[in-house]
């Protein structure tokens, strides 16, 4: 893996806008013909509408509402849950749909029903974007014919939105449930500079595809008074603050580039879906089987974070004198190179996450040595893989180096987003022909 730009090297993550600092087997079956794409970005089909949409749902979804980790995943879910029903109902329902088949004789026009899903999933999550994204959707089917072909696609289409909107109704999300703030040692309480408590719902949230919240537990994060806690505990108070003088330039720039609000999952998404040659109805399956997932582990991640509640190592390091551990010692003015995200340590969110995405990208490609890259803005940077496997590594290392996590958080976080991997994988979008 190497890098690029390294010029821009200033810690953004401590000075970026509190918005952002915060947290944070491929089908054979076609389509149809492609539609033109307004605009392409790199890494992008401009002639996979699929693609193209969930470009646009990112923009609506960070670039103009903003949402913090947490919240985008759980968008991200609903646009290409919708866009992969309505495709594939008018493929013939090759796989299983994740809620619905509208009924389709085969003839709709595939573009049109992305379209309309993409579109109107994001009015529904997004009211005060309605205009723009109007503008999007007129631009978008004025390149299709017209005909009885697009107007079903338009409804095939529509009717899939409309079944994923009214399945996340009440599901608890951006519910006012609250983090438990501790005073003993190991307890987590709100941590500086911002010293804030926020994003408890998400592990209160109805999953979209497990069971519960609570179906998939991790074991508990190690006790203060064991080596293994000072073990971690000691690392990460070395590699993971703001003076540290053992970690490396690329350690510095990997732990800024993973910790990016802006996320460049998205772009490596899309990019994979372009580079490996799929089809709308083979991307509209990836994204979708992507980013339920991603949602879920996310939902499993946060219940464990609220039955642990973990205190993060800024904490730690500050109150070791506290702990019982002789081996650990306390720091009063460690600060980590990362602002550290505003919710319990244990397990990482985002080894969580990055654990159920690679190991689906493994599993759908299947093959691991799969070459890929994506940029971050906050580092200004380009990082570069030559497997899934590779990346999960190095972020679990990124983690440490950026102050915000314990090794163990990370490593127990990955293998929880494994374990939601496999059960999505066994229950959901399994070939029917």
Request: with cysteine; hydrophobic share 40%; charged share 20%.
């Amino acid at each position: 893996m190497t890098s690029q730009n390294p010029t821009r090297r200033a810690i953004w993550s401590r000075v970026i806008p509190t918005a952002i600092a915060l947290c944070s087997l491929v089908a054979s079956t076609t389509t149809g013909p492609a539609t033109r794409a307004e605009a392409a970005a790199p890494g992008t089909d401009p002639a996979n509408p699929v693609v193209t949409w969930d470009l646009h749902a990112q923009t609506a979804i960070w670039d103009v509402a903003a949402q913090q980790p947490n919240e985008q995943v759980r968008s991200f879910a609903m646009v290409n849950g919708a866009v992969y029903d309505a495709l594939n109902a008018i493929a013939g329902t090759p796989y299983q749909p994740y809620l619905t088949a509208p009924p389709s004789s085969g003839t709709e026009s595939a573009d049109a029903a992305v379209v309309a899903a993409a579109h109107d999933v994001l009015a529904a999550l997004f009211p005060a974007q309605q205009e723009r994204l109007r503008a999007q959707y007129d631009a978008a089917l004025a390149v299709i014919p017209n005909g009885r072909s697009k107007q079903d696609g338009i409804v095939i289409g529509a009717r899939a939105a409309a079944a994923m909107v009214t399945a996340r109704q009440d599901d608890g999300a951006f519910g006012d449930q609250r983090w438990k703030d501790g005073t003993r040692p190991g307890q987590w309480r709100p941590t500086p500079p911002l010293f804030l408590s926020q994003g408890a719902w998400t592990g209160h949230m109805r999953p979209f595809l497990i069971p519960r919240a609570s179906t998939f537990r991790t074991p508990p994060p190690p006790r203060l008074s064991s080596s293994a806690y000072a073990r971690d505990l000691n690392e990460v108070k070395e590699v993971g603050s703001t003076t540290s003088t053992v970690r490396t330039q690329d350690q510095t720039e990997a732990a800024i580039w993973w910790h990016d609000r802006r996320s460049a999952s998205w772009e490596i998404k899309r990019q994979l879906a372009t580079t490996q040659r799929l089809d709308a109805l083979q991307t509209a399956r990836f994204f979708a089987m992507t980013d339920l997932i991603v949602a879920d582990s996310g939902v499993a991640c946060f219940s464990q974070k609220d039955l642990w509640s973990y205190w993060r190592p800024v904490t730690g390091i500050q109150l070791a004198d506290t702990d019982g551990n002789p081996r650990t010692a306390a720091e009063p003015g460690w600060q980590s190179l990362l602002v550290t995200p505003p919710f319990p340590e244990y397990p990482s969110g985002h080894a969580c996450g990055t654990g159920a995405r690679m190991s689906l990208y493994r599993y759908f490609f299947g093959r691991d040595d799969i070459a890929f890259s994506g940029s971050s803005v906050d580092s200004g940077t380009t990082r570069h893989f030559t497997s899934f496997s590779q990346a999960l590594s190095e972020l679990i290392g990124a983690r440490v180096w950026g102050g915000v996590h314990f090794r163990t958080a990370d490593v127990e976080g990955a293998h929880l987003g494994e374990e939601v991997y496999r059960y999505a994988v066994r229950h959901y979008f399994r070939p029917l022909t």
